[in-house]
């Protein structure tokens, strides 16, 4: 069973770029929920999403953040025009229908220059 | 708004001892309560979880207990190994699902 995957593992870009994270959840897996961790401090919720639907998105920054979950393919959260605080590793995590424990990705570790 | 705090500092044992890790929260009721392991540069695994009208739970070695009325769960580790060196989180669930920043352990061979 693959398990949560996420990509780019990486990804660096200069202040105002777009960046985008996917996230693949587990097979069967309908929620998805997307945080970020700073070095030396915990894991930030941003938002929960369910398929086409955005569930919570009361850790999300207003601005320039938006993720989404489509009925196919991977959740994606975009950041537009990052700044260098954006720089974090982002972990996604996906759970079954009937939520409970969730299984983290290896994160994407995002930098900007 | 709700607040979760671990072991402040980073906990160093000897091999063979039981590690106590504290999850402490407050402002908040949970469904449940887990507790997670974090590896450096990679993302959390799930370890353990517990449920509000549940006290305690095993899994082989490791050990969880949850007091709803003082708000606190304790997480052991007993006959630790060096291989159990990690960063603990627990996470709180229910309506949200927050995480303590983590305890740093190190099991000194």
């Known amino acids: 069973n693959a398990g949560v995957m996420q990509n780019p593992r990486h990804l660096v870009r200069r202040r105002g770029q777009e960046a985008r994270l996917r996230c693949s959840p587990v097979?069967?897996?309908?929620?998805v929920y997307w945080y970020r961790q700073l070095p030396e401090e915990g894991l930030k919720f941003m938002v929960y999403l369910q398929k086409e639907n955005i569930i919570d998105e009361s850790g999300m920054p207003k601005e320039r953040f938006s993720a989404e979950f489509p009925k196919e393919g991977p959740s994606i959260l975009r950041i537009q025009q990052v700044v260098r605080g954006d720089s974090a590793a982002y972990f996604c995590?996906?759970?079954?229908?009937?939520?409970?424990?969730?299984?983290f990705g290896p994160g994407t570790r995002l930098t900007v220059l | 708004s709700q607040k979760i705090e671990q072991n402040s500092e980073a906990l160093n044992i000897q091999e063979g001892k039981t590690a106590t890790l504290t999850c402490n929260y407050t402002n908040y009721s949970p469904a449940y309560l887990q507790w997670y392991r974090q590896d450096p540069g990679r993302g959390p695994v799930f370890l353990l979880l517990i449920r509000e009208n549940e006290k305690e739970k095993r899994k082989e070695r490791l050990k969880v207990t949850f007091d709803t009325t003082l708000k606190q769960s304790l997480f052991h580790i007993t006959a630790s190994q060096p291989a159990d060196s990690a960063t603990y989180l627990c996470a709180l669930g229910g309506n949200q699902f927050y995480f303590g920043t983590g305890t740093s352990l190190t099991v000194i061979p």
């Open positions: 097979k069967g897996h309908s929620h």
């Open positions: 995590a996906s759970s079954p229908p009937q939520g409970g424990t969730q299984y």
